[in-house]
Structures are given as C-alpha cells and as structure tokens.
C-alpha cells in the first residue's frame, strides 16, 4: 500500500473515533459532557470554534475522497492531432492477449489514472500445472511490450498478479 493511501486512512480512522467519542459521550452521558465542554469554551469565540469545525470536516471529507481511484478517461488522447483511443478498447486487447498465452485461464484488467500517469492492473489466472515465469515472460513480452506504445507520452506503471486455479475434485455418480 502507498504511504499516502496509510496516512489517509490512519487520519480518517481518528477522525471517526472523534466523532464516535462525541456521539457516545452525548448519547450515554445524556449531554452532560457535552454541555460541561461547551460550558468551558463558553467564553471563547464562537467564530473560531466554527472555522476549526469546518476546517476539521474539509480536512476530513479530502481525505476521504482522496482514496478514492481516479478511473482512466474513456477517450484518450494522442499525440496525433484529433486523434483518440478508447481505453475500453485498450483493456480488451489486453485481456484477449493475455487469454491467448499458454497456461492462463482468466485474465482481468483495469486501467486507472489520468493524463501524467496511468496504472494497468492485470490479474492472471493460470493453470496449476504451467510455469509462472514462462507465463510472465510470455505476457511481459509478448502482449504488454505491444500495449506500452500506445500510451506512449503517459508514464505506464503495471501490476501483474498472478492466481493459481486449484484443481477440481473428481465426483463420482
């Protein structure tokens, strides 16, 4: 998991028991706290309270939506003037290559990011009998060397996960 994804979630994770605190101590306490705390800031500016509160949901609510994965534009652009890839058609060429290497059952792709840099994600699943660096080298190689090109003026980060299908039982009638 990337740094940022972590500290995203630790700080949403305390925020949440914040306000889980704060709604318990209103709920149990029959806002006994809840008035002895406002009691005490009482004589602080009401403005200021406001601007922190506001402040804390903003923080919050980027926060939250910052771990959010930015999917790939459906038309991306070129290099050539006017012309445009459908992503939709990038993820199926990767996935009906993918398929045609010997060994892999399944194939899922997903493309992620926008124009500096794009994510392809790919899950493979193989046969238990065939041999996973063939099958990598093979894919690396063969199906992503042709699909690198065309997203060219991007930076393209891959990700390869590879699942092995477990063999089925034999039932007997």
């Keep these: 998991m990337r740094s940022r994804t972590v500290a995203n979630r630790a700080a949403l994770a305390l925020t949440g028991l914040a306000f889980l605190?704060?709604?318990?101590?209103?709920?149990?306490?029959?806002?006994?706290?809840?008035?002895?705390?406002?009691?005490?800031?009482?004589?602080?500016?009401?403005?200021?309270?406001?601007?922190?509160?506001?402040a804390g949901l903003a923080a919050s609510l980027v926060l939250l939506t910052a771990q959010i994965p930015l999917p790939a534009r459906r038309r991306l652009h070129l290099p050539a003037p006017g012309c445009?890839?459908?992503?939709?058609?990038?993820?199926?060429?990767?996935?009906?290559?993918?398929?045609?290497?010997p060994g892999v059952v399944r194939a899922r792709c997903r493309l992620t990011g926008r124009e500096g840099a794009?994510?392809?994600?790919?899950?493979l699943t193989v046969h238990g009998t065939a041999h996973p660096d063939e099958v990598m080298t093979a894919v690396t190689d063969g199906v992503l060397a042709q699909i690198t090109p065309l997203l060219a003026p991007r930076r393209l980060h891959?990700?390869?996960r590879l699942r092995v299908q477990r063999p089925r039982p034999h039932r007997a009638l």
């Design 158 to 160: 891959i990700r390869i």
């Design 118 to 123: 794009m994510c392809l994600s790919v899950t």
């Design 84 to 101: 445009r890839l459908d992503s939709r058609a990038v993820r199926h060429a990767v996935r009906t290559g993918c398929v045609a290497v």
């Design 21 to 54: 605190a704060l709604g318990a101590a209103v709920w149990w306490g029959e806002e006994k706290i809840f008035t002895a705390g406002l009691r005490r800031l009482e004589p602080a500016e009401h403005r200021l309270l406001l601007a922190a509160s506001s």
